[in-house]
């Protein structure tokens, strides 16, 4: 872990500043490099070129990190959906901010705890290392000293909610600085979206009443848990939850499970995000594996969420369109497909070979959710089931991607698909990386007309 941080650049001055001399150092050494250039061959300036911009990509994704806040999550969303027109430097610097981000010292995070509790902070013993970081709060073990209850303290960094729009500011300016992307309307949108769902994540009331919504939900399935909230303990800035124990979604010992193992574990969760969709018409859009544990319990694998401030709620309309959308690829059905690519701007603005690559797309994306019989045996395991990890699925759905989208103009993906796809590709990721094969049948039998 990072040495901690004494300090946080919190006034709206000070994280400008900070990008503004970030952003001078970028300028020079391009600069220099461009002066020191001109010597040599056209290989090596290229290799120079290459060397430069990943040095000064992680230069600044150093610096992003030490802000914290809400400029590293923008840098996160950028990481997940800058495929189609960031560097790959770039790319590679920013999927580093997914990792455990800079602690700040103990004695600031024990002042902004005292601020919420005031002397209750004294109910508890608290551990100074903490459990892990974010780009806006810190978890803290502790135990409860009258109960003995385990207990963790989600505590906010200060003054990171009223910096939420001086960031995004902050960071569009660099964006538009450094010509990463096109300055367009689809972009304002983007941030605007961005800037609604931050200030969603910080109110940590609303947090605590979604993570009880959600337990609600989940109430009667065992495999999966869902942390207590503690009201008494919780303010608009901390919440404290039952501490739950389990292994991370990257421990080396869950890829040694039997697959019968994985693969329940793997069904349970992409089922939840079907659940989302069809079910309760809002989705966690983080797909961390930080915000996952798995503990055997009870003689099965449970799946412990621990995190519902990303959450996002969808209109009826969208919806529809989605479940449609879904219910195609379970058909692999192309003229579906078309069919249910309407009613959506994004899509009603596409036609002919466009709307056919884009068509194309989405049924390749949804293979892992299509009837066994309608895919390439070569998908499957010789039970029948999907295999995540040998379908090399989401190389293959860029590549149609990109070619689908060669005769249109770039634009950003549609801010309220944006989160969706957001989360199925987290899911993928996960399902990937336990090597687990689900049932396209078992998957959408609750959720289709077969």
């Not at 073990?141 to 200060?158: C, D, N």
């Not at 869950?254 to 079910?279: D, Y």
């Not at 003229?335 to 309407?342: G, K, P, R, V």
């Amino acid at each position: 872990m990072s040495q901690p941080l004494d300090k946080l650049k919190t006034s709206p001055f000070q994280r400008q500043l900070s990008i503004a001399k970030t952003s001078l150092n970028i300028g020079k050494n391009w600069a220099k490099s461009s002066v020191g250039g001109l010597l040599l061959s056209k290989e090596q300036r290229a290799i120079q070129k290459h060397q430069l911009l990943q040095e000064q990509a992680d230069y600044l994704v150093s610096e992003l990190g030490k802000l914290k806040g809400s400029v590293v999550k923008v840098g996160q969303m950028l990481a997940l959906y800058g495929e189609h027109f960031l560097p790959k430097e770039v790319l590679n610097a920013l999927h580093t901010l997914d990792a455990s981000t800079t602690p700040l010292a103990w004695q600031v995070i024990e002042h902004s705890i005292r601020q919420e509790l005031g002397d209750r902070i004294d109910d508890f013993d608290i551990e100074r290392t903490p459990l892990g970081t974010a780009s806006l709060a810190q978890v803290h073990k502790a135990v409860h000293k009258f109960t003995g209850k385990q207990v963790v303290l989600k505590v906010q960094y200060p003054n990171v909610a009223n910096s939420i729009n001086s960031d995004l500011a902050i960071f569009k300016n660099l964006l538009k600085i450094t010509n990463a992307v096109p300055q367009t309307k689809a972009l304002d949108d983007w941030f605007y979206e961005i800037n609604h769902l931050l200030h969603k994540e910080v109110d940590y009331r609303l947090e605590a009443n979604t993570t009880k919504r959600f337990a609600r939900y989940l109430a009667d399935d065992e495999r999966y848990i869902v942390p207590t909230i503690y009201d008494n303990y919780s303010t608009d800035r901390l919440i404290c939850m039952s501490f739950e124990a389990g292994v991370s979604l990257n421990d080396e010992s869950l890829t040694s499970l039997p697959q019968s193992r994985k693969n329940a574990l793997g069904h349970a969760a992409i089922e939840i995000v079907l659940r989302e969709l069809f079910e309760w018409g809002e989705m966690q859009t983080d797909p961390n594996f930080g915000n996952y544990l798995v503990r055997h319990e009870d003689g099965i694998d449970k799946l412990v969420l621990l995190d519902f401030g990303a959450i996002k709620q969808f209109d009826e309309h969208l919806l529809t369109i989605a479940k449609g959308l879904i219910q195609a690829g379970y058909q692999q059905d192309k003229n579906l497909m078309m069919s249910a690519m309407t009613g959506y701007p994004f899509f009603d603005h596409l036609n002919g070979k466009p709307k056919s690559d884009m068509a194309e797309v989405f049924l390749m994306a949804c293979e892992p959710f299509a009837k066994p019989s309608t895919l390439d045996s070569q998908r499957l395991d010789d039970t029948g089931s999907y295999r995540w990890a040998g379908s090399d699925l989401y190389a293959r759905v860029m590549a149609h991607a990109k070619q689908g989208m060669q005769s249109l103009e770039f634009s950003l993906p549609p801010k309220e698909m944006m989160f969706i796809s957001r989360k199925f590709i987290g899911a993928y990721a996960l399902l990937v990386a336990l090597d687990a094969r689900t049932d396209g049948d078992a998957l959408m039998a609750p959720f289709v007309t077969t």
